[in-house]
């Protein structure tokens, strides 16, 4: 039997790119990385799962800072290598540095510019 | 001497995960890979390059195609390991299925489903 699973090119890894792009406004929030279970159960709950390359395991977004992603749509593409998910970010961040995206950084005049405000302080976010 | 080029993290192939986004619409046109090169020439040229992991060599997007992406800004994220470009899409089309995105296919009842239209025959694209 066929599976839209079977569709995606996981990695030697058994990875593929997410990126999880804010459903209103088209902003890039994020970038992570799935394996087959994150991905599955990314599908049948509508909450956004990643893995965790640094922690070596599954990792539901917000489990800790409350900042779930809601999934409205998921895209693969050409290559079947990257996804593409619309998402309602709760909260409005999805940055661990307290912003509302991880892409905050802007090259300027040869230097990584950091142009976006933090929202919440990560302190704050993670201390509950 | 510190180098912009240093802050990137790359893996342990040289690369790193770039995505180009309409500077108009934030449209995700197309994730793919650059390497050191890619980049600095991304940077001085203003024309998206990138590293193609299945010829293994520097790609110039649209050099076959004419179907080159003029980089407006270039975003790296908390990570250091993704890049986000804001392009101008030549032609409108970035996909090599001549659809405007890699990302044409959405996940609907189980099944990705090709949900946009191919505005150019790949024959077509690939043909001069």
Redesign the interface.
């Known amino acids: 039997m066929s599976n ?1 699973l079977d ?1 995606v090119k996981w990695d030697d890894k058994g990875l593929v ?1 997410a ?1 999880a ?1 804010d459903a209103r ?4 929030l ?2 992570a990385w799935m394996n087959r279970e994150a991905l599955q159960l990314t ?1 049948d709950t509508g909450i956004a799962h990643y893995w965790s390359r640094s922690r070596q395991k599954l990792w539901k977004k917000g489990e800790e800072s409350g900042h779930l992603q809601t999934v409205q ?7 079947g290598d ?1 996804i ?1 998910m619309q998402i309602e970010q709760a909260g409005g961040i999805a ?3 307290g ?1 509302e995206s ?6 300027i005049d ?3 510019v950091a142009v976006d405000p933090v929202l919440k302080d990560p302190a704050a976010i993670y201390s509950h």
């Not at 406004?25 to 890039?28: G, H, L, W």
């Not at 991880?102 to 090259?107: D, G, K, N, V």
Request: aromatic share 8%; with cysteine; charged share 25%.
């Open positions: 839209w569709e790119t990126i792009q406004t088209q902003r890039v994020m970038v599908a749509a998921l895209r693969l593409d050409c290559d990257v593409v940055c661990h540095t912003r991880c892409l905050y950084r802007q090259l040869g230097e990584w």
